[in-house]
């Protein structure tokens, strides 16, 4: 029945053209936002997590420098240890509804291949339960990387990017608005010494929104999208005299993105369904340069 009802609500609040958008960045220098980490020496005593420039062979900068969290900023992560910490997240209309859900950073590794390892992980429910986001068979539909996942062990010395949208695990756990919800970055060794520079991380963002179809605000622009219904394929099309840069992303009512496409310079655009089910779908188009978006939804019956 919750997940009727918010469904419900979503078209709801489509049709009175309801927006809401919730976002942040943790870069580990402004420290407004270090609130909500938690480096846990209750439960990991000797944690190796620190926040500070990283002064290593390897981990010699952050991304965006000074600061980034590393397995300790001098030291090689020593043998036999599990380091955490957490961030902690308010839930908001990302979840319930669900729509967007994002985590997003960039890592690099040095590590003894499968033995050393990170994980990163999110609980529902304030650490009852928790979901290996790179791992899990479970809830892996609900787990959309539109990156290739993390890879956290063996050697990624360049700074890799990541991007991940789990707003379909609000409509699994049937989130609420302000549950209490945490990521755990986790680094494991085993019993042997490698003398290596372990895991770092740096300018973690979070998104968390819901936002209407129609509404039209100064930072939007218009497109139309057509056959409604769309049985073989459908047509977006705005305007784009100037042939900037746009990205495309489709998602399902659970979500999850289904399609994306990038560097689009056309002002039409054509899509082939044959890959789609049947249902209600939600596009955002965004111009790179302005960042100005337009959403909308369209109906697939075929």
């Known amino acids: ?19 809401y958008y919730y976002d942040y960045d943790i870069n580990f220098e402004d420290s407004s936002q270090l609130f909500r980490v938690i480096i846990d020496t209750l439960k990991y005593p000797e944690n190796t997590w620190k926040i500070g420039k990283p002064q290593k062979t390897i981990f010699n900068s952050a991304y965006s420098p000074p600061n980034a969290i590393v397995t300790d900023l001098i030291n090689p992560y020593p043998a036999n240890d599990t380091s ?20 997003s950073g ?3 590794i040095d590590s003894d291949t499968l033995n050393d390892y990170g994980l990163i992980e999110f609980s529902p429910d304030n650490g009852e339960t928790w979901i290996d986001l790179i791992n899990d068979t479970i809830y892996n539909q609900y787990i959309m990387w539109n990156t290739q996942k993390p890879v956290l062990t063996g050697r990624t010395h360049e700074w890799t990017y990541f991007y991940v949208n789990i707003a379909g695990l609000g409509y699994v756990f049937t989130i609420n608005d302000y549950d209490t919800l945490l990521y755990r970055f986790s680094f494991i060794s085993d019993q042997q010494s490698e003398e290596m520079e372990g895991l770092i991380y740096d300018n973690l963002h979070f998104e968390d929104w819901w936002e209407g179809i129609s509404e039209k605000s100064n930072n939007q622009f218009e497109s139309i999208c057509y056959p409604v219904p769309a049985s073989t394929f459908f047509n977006i099309e705005f305007e784009n005299n100037h042939y900037k840069d746009f990205d495309l992303v489709i998602i399902n009512k659970l979500g999850q993105t289904v399609f994306s496409k990038h560097n689009i310079t056309e002002n039409r655009i054509c899509i082939k369904i044959n890959d789609f089910t ?18 909308n939804k369209f109906v697939i019956k075929q």
């Open 106 to 108: 960039y890592y690099k």
């Open 278 to 295: 049947n249902g209600i779908y939600f596009y955002k188009l965004i111009n790179n340069d302005t960042k100005q978006y337009s959403i």
């Open 84 to 103: 955490v910490f957490l961030i902690k997240h308010v839930a908001q209309q990302g979840f319930v509804y669900p729509h967007t859900a994002i985590l």
């Open 1 to 19: 029945m919750k997940k009727v009802l918010s469904f419900i609500g979503l078209i709801l609040a489509l049709n009175s053209y309801s927006q």
